[in-house]
């Protein structure tokens, strides 16, 4: 049982958006859902994330070696442009196993972007 679970737990190496010099690694199941990892991030990101609810945080599922020279030009970039570098993991309830894969293990495998969100323009994305 215990090696079950060993197996369902990845680590994943993640870049802010914002701010691409600075990794930082998060430890999830594979099983918990896109926004169980989004709770997770503004956890280890307390301090920057502190008035950003898990619902404004986006996501993108990308496999970039460390030193791909697209990374620094990461926080000039738009949405669509980081879209072009992966897959945008939009759906909070699908499982984190669905979207990352961490087959080679020194890539960043999330690019996370922190926004604030009002109840208004949450309302008006459905």
Known sequence: MDDEIMDDEIILNCIVKESPGTIFQVSINKK???Y???KEIKK???DAFQ???PI???????????????LTQLRNYSASEVDNLGKEAQYSTFEVGE???TNVRDNIHVIVQGRRISLQQLMNSE
Request: hydrophobic share 35%; no cysteine; glycine share 4%.
């Open 32 to 34: 918990k859902s896109i």
């Open 36 to 38: 169980k990892l989004k």
């Open 44 to 46: 280890e990101l307390s």
């Open 51 to 53: 008035n950003i609810d």
């Open 56 to 70: 404004g945080i986006k996501l993108w599922s990308v496999q970039l070696r460390q030193n791909d020279s697209r």
């Open 99 to 101: 979207y990352f894969n």
